[in-house]
């Protein structure tokens, strides 16, 4: 049974932003986790894309630091119904990680340290739309927001950007991560309110 962990700090007055339907703007983080927090250092993180054939392609951590950097301010939407505006990241886009690999995929499912899994169409994680992040708001990740490491796909519901990453596993056929075998949607789209299977 999993151990849903809260940091919760309640609502706040909107700004103005445009929200997607049914969601709150809060100008909190909150932190919520399936599960105790990994602790990940730097010199233990790897992160791993293998394809549908079995191919990997690996970066330690002085690997993806060696890579150019984009530092995309983006909306965050959780399932929950917070919704966060214009948070500062830095991190390798996904463009860059996958040009070199070779696949017919049209899946992805993302794993995480401590055994988190989420999937996602391969094409959401290209074109600009996907990084691996590694900075948040001028600093190192903490562990709780996923450092060292976490995706971040800020168009789909925030549980889609899987915190403390470690590989991209590509597939023919989608398979469902943890929140989706639980009955969570595939895809997470928070402008269609798809939070649940069937909606």
Known sequence: MPIISRGFHGRRPESGHKLPPGQYETFDFPVLSAGPTPRVTHDDWEFTVTTED???HRWD???L???PTERPTVDLHCVTKWSKFGTRWEGVSLDVLLEDVETEAEFALVHSYGGYTTNLP???????KAWIAHRYDGEDLG???GGPARL?????YLWKSAKWVRGIQLLLQDEPGFWESAGYHDYG????E???QGD
């Open 189 to 192: 789209d928070p402008w269609r």
């Open 152 to 156: 971040l796909v800020p168009h789909l």
């Open 61 to 63: 951590w002085a690997r």
């Open 65 to 67: 630091m060696a890579l």
């Open 143 to 145: 562990a709780e927001h």
């Open 122 to 128: 391969l094409e959401d994680l290209l074109d600009g």
């Open 194 to 196: 798809q939070r649940y």
């Open 54 to 56: 079995g191919t990997q």
